[in-house]
């Protein structure tokens, strides 16, 4: 902890920065390689330091960049920010980062860092996110973009009055699993899609005989925690990315788990839901049902599966893997319960070919955001699907509190 500087700040003019805003870099003056300054808040957490931070921006800096369509080419400076000068000066120095600061203000005002991302608590999120607007800057966040629909819906109609571009983290639909299972989609190889089941989770140690794995906000509904804050703005972008948008939500809601240890060891009420059985019917008529859980222990391939079933065609993926069965290849089965059934169910299944390679879907989804960024081009991923994904957790809170379906309402940014 830095206690005599704590707004330090070191920041240097490499040769190379490219000044130019995004609309000039358009034209035809642009750079060759143009470097983009990127504000990094909240890079000491868990996603910030090992997604964004080391698998995205380092990966993409050490690649010497990404390349555009016409040959140019885009790199980054990350300039970290966060509360302490001290462990930014140690991860600055590990990495070989020139710029650091423990004041956003002052970070925010120089025009050198073009794009603001933001990986901080859910809590803390959205009055960073309105400092960022308000300074101008592009902005790349982690979900969920606010606490309530209301106010992600106001963060994405300030960017848009502001002309603003925004991006926010849809890393799942990155996941190589994910992306076999859209190509599947775009065959039509399921025919009409009828239900999809998700099955999240796994077994999250309640932190007193062994330190738990995930930070202890996480169980605190007063410090922005919960699975349904968390996991639902998820769903709801894979639900309306793959399959159909969301009308419609029933979620039930559980505190499995009434007490845990914090970092610190000390035992702490949870407040917050650690696991969430969710209905979903979507645009289309097919429907979802995905349970999510840090209560689970796991007995599947994966720590994610989405089993979809379809008229022509089922699969089963995960994270990676991905299998499927051909209505060809159904199996007949006739309901005895005073037989032993031998058929093996699981030979029905035939495992998808690796046709593609896959990189990190954090950094895939940085490099598409940048690259839009310096084309000017539309970019779908932005802080009004964050909403909805937001929208659908307030959804699935209200409906596990009142007892009832809820149907969701849309958002526009007029
Ligand atoms: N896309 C994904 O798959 C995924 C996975 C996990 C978490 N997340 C999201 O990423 C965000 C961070 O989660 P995490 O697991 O990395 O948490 P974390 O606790 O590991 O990190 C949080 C960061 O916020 C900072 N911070 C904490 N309180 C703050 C405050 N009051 N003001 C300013 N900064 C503060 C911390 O110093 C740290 O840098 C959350 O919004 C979470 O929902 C996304």
């Known amino acids: 902890m830095n206690q005599h500087h704590p707004t330090e700040s070191r920041t240097t003019m490499s040769e190379t920065t490219t000044l130019a805003p995004a609309a000039a870099a358009a034209s035809d003056s642009r750079p060759q390689v143009r470097e983009i300054g990127i504000i990094m808040n909240g890079v000491s957490g868990r996603m910030g330091y090992r997604q964004h931070l080391v698998r995205s921006i380092l990966a993409i800096r050490d690649q010497g960049g990404i390349e555009l369509p016409d040959g140019s080419r885009v790199t980054v400076k990350p300039i970290l920010v966060g509360r302490s000068a001290a462990k930014l000066a140690e991860l600055a120095a590990k990495h070989g980062i020139e710029d650091y600061t423990s004041d956003l203000d002052a970070a925010l005002a120089d025009p050198r860092w073009e794009i603001y991302a933001d990986f901080l608590v859910t809590k803390a999120r959205s009055s960073a996110l309105r400092k960022a607007i308000a300074a101008g800057k592009t902005i790349y966040t982690e979900k969920p973009t606010a606490e309530t629909a209301d106010e992600a819906l106001e963060l994405a109609k300030l960017a848009d009055a502001a002309g603003i571009k925004t991006g926010v983290v849809h890393d799942k639909l990155y996941l190589p699993g994910l992306q076999k299972l859209k190509r599947l989609i775009d ?17 999250v140690f309640e932190g007193d005989w062994q330190p738990a794995q995930r930070p202890s906000w996480n169980y605190r509904v007063e410090d922005g925690g919960g699975i349904i804050v968390d996991m639902f703005p998820h ?18 809601a559980a505190t499995h788990i009434p007490t845990r240890w914090d970092e610190s060891g000390d035992p702490y009420e949870a407040t917050a839901e650690d696991a969430a059985y969710g209905i979903f019917e979507l645009e289309g008529g097919t429907i979802a049902q995905i349970n999510s859980s840090w209560t689970v222990r796991v007995n599947r391939d994966e720590l994610v599966e989405f089993h979809v079933d379809g008229t022509h065609g089922s699969a089963v993926v995960g994270l990676f893997g991905a299998k499927i069965q051909h209505r060809n290849a159904t ?13 093996d169910y699981d030979a029905d299944w035939a ?18 955001f940048l690259t839009s960024y310096v084309l000017g081009t539309p970019y779908e991923f932005d802080l009004l699907s964050g909403a909805r994904g937001v929208l659908l957790a307030e959804a699935g809170l209200e409906s596990s509190r009142e007892g009832r379906k809820i149907a969701l309402r849309t958002l526009t940014l007029e």
């Open 187 to 203: 065959s039509g190889f399921f025919g009409r899609i009828l239900s999809v089941r998700g099955e999240f989770g796994y077994w």
């Open 235 to 252: 769903w709801n972008y894979v639900l309306e990315n793959l399959f159909g948008k969301v009308e419609t939500v029933y979620a039930q």
């Open 331 to 343: 199996p007949k089965p006739v309901w005895n319960p005073d037989l032993a059934d031998d058929h």
């Open 351 to 368: 495992e998808l070919p690796v046709n593609d390679v896959f990189q990190n879907g954090f950094r895939q989804q940085w490099e598409e």
